[in-house]
């Protein structure tokens, strides 16, 4: 009976080492990805790089090691001034976001397209509403009352993406080494256009950089219609108390 105790708990320490050990080194390779992005815009359209997000996803037979939960915190998208902050958010699926008003009048935040579809309905100054972004895809936002208002909501399966900066850098942290699909988006560029940027990269500890990511933008209309499919009444005078005709 000693010696079958002894076996059994020499057995279960050799499988610890073995786990730790192998794993250690897994775990050592999660790297920062970097990645240099360059906009070609249209002619007098200049400017830095702006709401550009790149995102790796995972593929077959290279799954990552280190895994972020979803946040159990909401993010959110404030209604103040007639306009949305932030203009983007990038969440992962699953993640609740907020939608709080803060003007003093109604809103009625609404997505009918790609991604998360939802209308929540007119709510007024100082209360607020949410969605469960529960599948992938760009969403974007608008209020059926103030056509002016817009955002967009970029819904990943995946904790790996990053945001360029004003010089055009992204960077995405904790990322194990292997192969994975490189996505593109930005706002002014056409869908064609990114997905011309698609393309498989190796992260590896010799090569954490994905290069330069040349994204041509266009003179892109953003012009869109109520939750109903037609086109926004003209403005009519406002207050706290003003709700538009439905």
């Avoid at 979803?70 to 001034?81: E, G, I």
């Avoid at 002016?148 to 990322?175: C, F, H």
């Amino acid at each position: 009976m000693y010696r079958k105790r002894r076996f059994k708990a020499l057995a279960a320490t050799a499988t610890l080492v073995t786990v730790l050990v192998v794993r250690a080194p897994i775990l050592a390779q999660q790297l920062t990805v970097t990645a240099q992005v360059e906009v070609v815009a249209p002619p007098n359209q200049s400017h830095p790089p702006r709401d550009v997000v790149i995102w790796l996803e995972t593929q077959e037979g290279s799954a990552p090691v280190h895994l972020i939960d979803v946040p159990r915190q909401h993010s959110a998208l404030t209604q103040k001034h007639k306009s949305f902050t932030p203009h983007l958010l990038v969440v992962q699926m699953g993640t609740v976001v907020d939608f709080p008003n803060h003007d003093p009048f109604f809103h009625n935040v609404f997505s009918l397209f790609e991604g998360k579809r939802f209308d929540l309905g007119l709510y007024e100054a100082g209360t607020t509403r949410h969605v469960r972004f529960d599948r992938p895809g760009v969403c974007y936002i608008f209020c059926n009352i103030h056509p002016e208002m817009s955002a967009v909501v970029v819904v990943l399966d995946t904790p790996y993406w990053g945001l360029a900066n004003r010089q055009g850098k992204v960077e995405i942290a904790r990322v194990p080494a292997g192969r994975y699909t490189l996505h593109v988006w930005d706002e002014r560029s056409l869908p064609e256009n990114l997905a011309q940027l698609t393309r498989v990269v190796t992260v590896s500890p010799g090569q954490p950089s994905i290069g330069r990511v040349q994204i041509r933008e266009t003179e892109v209309v953003l012009a869109h219609k109520n939750k109903y499919g037609q086109d926004y009444e003209k403005p009519a005078p406002e207050g706290p108390g003003y709700i538009p005709q439905q």
